[in-house]
């Protein structure tokens, strides 16, 4: 299935990743709407299957961000849902963009 087949009747894509960012041991591409956070991947070497973490943003406590390492640096994203805590990692440049983009929301 395509990703806009995930997406809710009138929400629109604001942001979407061009790298994969890490969450536990997988990698996923970030999409940001209007109102959700979206983690997406299609895994499985034959038969592909979607891969689909949401967090809502009116559900949001809190996010942070923090950088890590010397030389090449880690970007860590720590979004603070009512229910979950989610933190994303990856390119430095590409997780301040996402933080950026999901603190318009905030």
Partial sequence: MPLQDYLMPSE??????????HYGNKQY????????????????LIFKNDDVISQKFDELL?????????ISKRGIIEVQGAK???ELWGSALEIKT?????????
Wanted: charged share 20%; no cysteine; glycine share 6%.
């Fill in 12 to 21: 629109q894509i604001r942001y979407q990743s061009n790298v994969t960012v």
């Fill in 29 to 44: 591409n970030i999409v940001v709407t209007d109102k959700r956070l979206l983690l997406y991947a299609k895994r499985g």
């Fill in 62 to 70: 809190g996010v942070k961000y923090k950088e890590s390492g010397i």
């Fill in 84 to 86: 979950t805590k989610m």
């Fill in 98 to 106: 996402l933080y950026q983009q999901i603190m318009q929301f905030m």
